[in-house]
């Protein structure tokens, strides 16, 4: 089992910067692909941005260029350096992980996200 813990949402005013973090914990050796999906009320789940193990990353059109996900896999964490944020970017925010060996996804609990003025 692993358990994926996220931090860092909030409320930040459009153009602002936020950072979200991802903690995982319990068993990450086989940890391949890790990512950050989100929901806004009214919309289904999409996939913002993931990251392989190796550092390849991917992200969803609308927030290329202003979005950088990165890993590091000594200590289980994923982060999320958010900048130049507007109010469409408002959404609960889910970090995940793919175990290799099982193929089980796993889930954080999310976190809120607000951009507004």
């Known amino acids: 089992q692993v358990q994926l813990v996220e931090s860092g949402g909030g409320l930040v005013q459009p153009g602002g910067s936020l950072r979200l973090s991802c903690a995982a914990s319990?068993?990450?050796?086989?940890?391949?692909?890790m990512g950050w999906y989100r929901q806004a009320p009214g919309k289904q789940r999409e996939l913002v941005a993931q990251?392989?193990?190796?550092?390849?990353?991917d992200y969803t059109d609308s927030v290329k260029g202003r979005f950088t996900i990165s890993r590091d896999n000594a200590r289980n964490t994923m982060a999320l350096q958010m900048s130049n944020l507007k109010p469409e970017d408002t959404a609960g925010y889910y970090c995940?992980?793919?175990?290799?060996?099982?193929?089980?996804?796993?889930w954080g609990q999310g976190t809120q996200e607000t951009v507004s003025s």
């Open positions: 319990g068993a990450t050796l086989s940890l391949a692909a």
């Open positions: 995940t992980a793919e175990d290799a060996l099982t193929e089980t996804a796993y």
């Open positions: 990251i392989s193990k190796f550092g390849i990353t």
